[in-house]
């Protein structure tokens, strides 16, 4: 599985950003959906964090400022960034766990199997 994330940029405190993730070279008959997917930011000497994720076969989850949804027919999956902060900087990467059985995405960085490239995201004035 290949991840490739866009999106990022730069943005004013209170702005939005929607981010997404490109899945492409899937292993045997699964798709997108087998998957579950967690988007991840690292500021500068700091370790990787959990923004987000979404379990297999779930299409959409929203908590707080952020909404991390499916659109499978594209095999890509959006965060999209609200009210954003300084705090948000860093770079954001996507991540993906293929999980049919449990279906239950989760924060720890070493879930996940496959991750992207990241992309860079600045929030300030």
């Known amino acids: 599985l290949q991840l490739v994330e866009s999106g990022g940029g730069l943005v004013q405190p209170g702005g939005s950003l929607r981010l997404s993730c490109v899945a492409s070279e899937f292993t045997l008959e699964f798709t997108l959906d087998d998957y579950d997917i967690g988007w991840f930011r690292q500021a500068p000497g700091r370790a990787r964090e959990l923004v987000s994720c979404i379990s297999a076969y779930q299409a959409q989850y929203r908590e707080g400022r952020f909404t991390i949804y499916r659109d499978n027919a594209k095999n890509t999956v959006n965060l999209q960034m609200n009210t954003l902060k300084p705090e948000d900087t860093g770079v954001y990467y996507c991540?993906?766990?293929?999980?049919?059985?449990?279906?239950?995405?989760?924060?720890?960085?070493?879930?996940?199997?496959?991750w992207g490239q990241g992309t860079q995201v600045t929030v300030s004035s």
């Open positions: 991540a993906a766990v293929l999980d049919p059985a449990t279906a239950q995405c989760g924060p720890r960085t070493d879930l996940y199997d496959y």
